[in-house]
């Protein structure tokens, strides 16, 4: 079966909201999905997550994790997928990548990236440049580049069953920022020297 994954946010009473698209594959919808399948810089659900519940939020920040129906609770994730509420991430972007063709839509995706640019997490002072690898996405087809969110923030450092991605393929930089408090920039976080800029150069 494999191991499924969908994005959460806690909040600041530790309450957690689990999001699922509507447009998904009716056999996804209620399992989440695989790491592995959508974890890339051109994906339009990570897309929609940004832009439709992310940077919505007051500040823009929130904590996330991208959590996995196999996790255990533990003091650093005690959610479950049993255990938190549940909300729909829109689809304007789920929409346009069938409504466009592939240039159309990777149009859409890197002009988004242009104006949400820096993924920023707020706890660790680290930021990375998605433009940026939007941008090197388009100059290249035969390697597909990973997209830092879901990698970073997923619930376990481990693979969790079939269709994962192997710690080793990010750097073992998988799980590193699960639960910290994430934002999402036009312009690079201030004071820039305070934070730690890091260039995400890992891809399939």
Known sequence: MGAYYRPVIINKKGVAT???SKLDDPKC???GHKLGEHSF????????????ILIKRKGGKAKIVWLCDYHEPNERIPCTWDSVRESYIPCNFQNKKWEEDEDGYEK????????NRFLINLSK??????YEIAIRQSSVYEILYYHPL????AS???????????PEKVGYMRSAWAGDEIKIARTPPSPLECYKMIRWNYYD
């Open 156 to 166: 376990d450092p481990e693979v969790m069953g079939g269709g994962d991605i192997m």
């Open 108 to 115: 859409v995706i890197i002009d988004f990236y242009r104006t």
């Open 18 to 20: 689990m999001y699922k």
């Open 29 to 31: 919808t209620w399992n």
């Open 150 to 153: 879901p990698i970073l923030t």
């Open 41 to 52: 810089i051109y994906n339009c659900l990570v897309a929609d997550f940004i832009d439709s």
């Open 125 to 130: 002072k680290e930021c990375i440049d998605l």
